[in-house]
């Protein structure tokens, strides 16, 4: 990849970014919307990350950060670790933009900086329920969502240079979300859930969970970044599984947000504005980083970038009080921890990488597999037999009846198993449909048949 824009793309940027930078100065004579503002920082930070992904390929290169594209036929080495680029530029982006939602707010609330003359009541300064602007107390849950997010792109960023063994960085997102619950717990400290209709009357109408509660944050930030890097290791996949999150999760949003004429305004507004807040920039600089992974790759993203995504996604849901949500759109993950957990708790040898080996003969991706030299332990070759019966895997046994060979157990090989060899683009054309039918059947579900089990759906 040279490391120059083309013309096309240096005016396509230039003229992005300057039509970004003009409606962002508008919404300063208006009242800020900072939904607006929102949308042209994802913009300019779209333009940023794509230029700079191209200008710092080959420094990244000349630093070490370079990885192999095991299924491609020519063998060079492309930079890895660009999720770092994103990060930052996210990062810059979220942090300037603190003064749209806040700086009215605060200053209102403190009827300081020459702004005496606007009145503000006393409990629209407490509850902050109008559109678009934000109570103070919410710059702290804001920062500290920055706070979780920067050490989570710097302890990424130490694992892709220094390649952390496995079972060590499954705990490197519970480090960095300590920043976030330490200021829940000064900030809500709600610790208590609501009680599915039919259990209501053994346990009452809300449940205070109490430390549990910390424990369950803690192992959402530890699932959401994990999942993603293990769902992963085809060109494209990391970064278009999360675009379709977060335009999920957005879409969501909207739902709560779009509803005009509500008086008073939804409860939980605020709590999606802040996750659109968050959300916008990170889509943009995703696409920036998806155009360049997108197959045949010209970067990789590295562990930064799958981290990085997951811990957004962590501390929207938790930080807007909607993780339960969340998991239902992580199905295809969750689907993928499971089906892993055999190699992930070593009761079947689990190779250093597991994504699909390319055949080099038909240009196609085939199922990759974990070779035994030991027998496995009985109850586990059983149901490796069971799951080859059902077509779930491929297993090669000796003739003494032996698991000698199977599949590695991601959902990327068993769409592979299932399907048969394929082009990789078409592997995770496939695999993203998955992602997005299951993400919109969660949405339903939450919003339609959630009646079912609780009294109301909080729409
Ligand atoms: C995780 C997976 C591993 C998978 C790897 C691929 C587990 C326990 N670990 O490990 O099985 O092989 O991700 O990302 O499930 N690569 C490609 N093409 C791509 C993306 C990556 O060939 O489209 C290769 C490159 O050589 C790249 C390397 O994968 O350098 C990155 O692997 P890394 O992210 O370090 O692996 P892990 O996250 O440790
Ligand atoms: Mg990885």
């Not at 240096?10 to 900072?34: I, K, M």
């Not at 420094?59 to 680029?85: H, Q, S």
């Not at 944050?217 to 959401?224: D, G, K, Q, R, T």
């Not at 949500?325 to 892993?340: A, D, E, G, K, R």
Request: charged share 15%.
């Amino acid at each position: 990849m040279s490391g120059r824009l083309s013309r096309t793309e240096t005016w396509t940027l230039l003229s992005l970014s300057a039509a970004c930078f003009a409606v962002l100065v508008n919404t300063f004579q208006g009242d800020g919307e900072p939904l607006i503002a929102s949308l042209v920082f994802s913009g300019i930070a779209f333009s940023f990350t794509y230029a700079l992904i191209r200008w710092l390929g080959d420094t990244f290169i000349r630093a070490g950060l370079k990885g192999r594209d095991m299924c491609k036929t020519r063998n060079g080495e492309i930079p890895e670790t660009m999720g770092a680029v994103c990060a930052v530029v996210y990062l810059l982006a979220i942090i300037i933009f603190i003064p749209f939602p806040f700086y009215k707010d605060i200053v209102a609330a403190t009827s300081g900086g020459g702004n005496r003359d606007l009145v503000l009541e006393v409990e629209h300064v407490e509850t902050g329920r109008f559109l678009h602007r934000f109570p103070h107390s919410k710059l702290a849950s804001y920062l500290s969502a920055i706070i979780t997010l920067q050490a989570i792109v710097l302890l990424g960023i130490g694992d892709d240079l220094f390649d952390i063994r496995w079972r060590h960085k499954l705990f490197i997102p519970a480090f960095a979300s300590i920043p976030m619950l330490t200021v829940y717990f000064v900030d809500f400290g709600v610790t208590r859930i609501v009680i599915p209709t039919p259990l209501r009357p053994y346990l009452g109408e809300l449940f205070d969970l109490g430390w549990l509660y910390y424990a369950y944050m803690a192992a959402i930030s530890m699932f959401c970044p994990n999942s993603i890097n293990i769902l992963a290791g085809i060109n494209g996949i990391e970064v278009s599984q999360s675009i379709v999150i977060a335009l999920l999760i957005a879409l969501n949003d909207c739902l709560y947000i779009l509803q005009p004429n509500q008086t008073p305004p939804h409860p939980a507004l605020d709590s999606h504005l802040f996750s659109l807040y968050l959300l916008l920039p990170f889509i943009g600089v995703s696409l920036a980083l998806w155009y360049h992974n997108w197959y045949p790759a010209k970067v990789f993203v590295g562990d930064t970038y799958c981290y990085f995504a997951g811990m957004v996604f962590a501390v929207v849901g938790i930080l807007g009080h909607f993780s339960k949500t969340l998991l239902l759109l992580f199905i295809p993950q969750i689907l993928n921890f499971l089906y892993s957990a055999p190699q992930l708790f070593h009761l079947v040898p689990c190779p250093r990488h597991r994504l699909p080996r390319f055949n080099a003969r038909t240009g196609l991706l085939e199922p990759s597999v974990a070779e035994f030299q030991r027998p496995l332990w009985r109850p586990v070759a059983t149901v490796m037999k069971l799951l080859h019966k059902l077509r779930l895997l491929r297993i090669k046994t000796d003739e003494k009846g032996e698991v000698v060979e199977s599949t590695n157990f991601t959902i990327i090989n068993l769409w592979l198993v299932m399907f048969g060899p394929m082009r990789e683009d078409r592997l995770a054309m496939g695999l993203l449909a998955f992602q997005t039918a299951c993400g919109l059947a969660g949405l339903f579900v939450r919003h339609k048949l959630a009646l079912w089990v609780f009294t109301q759906d909080n729409l």
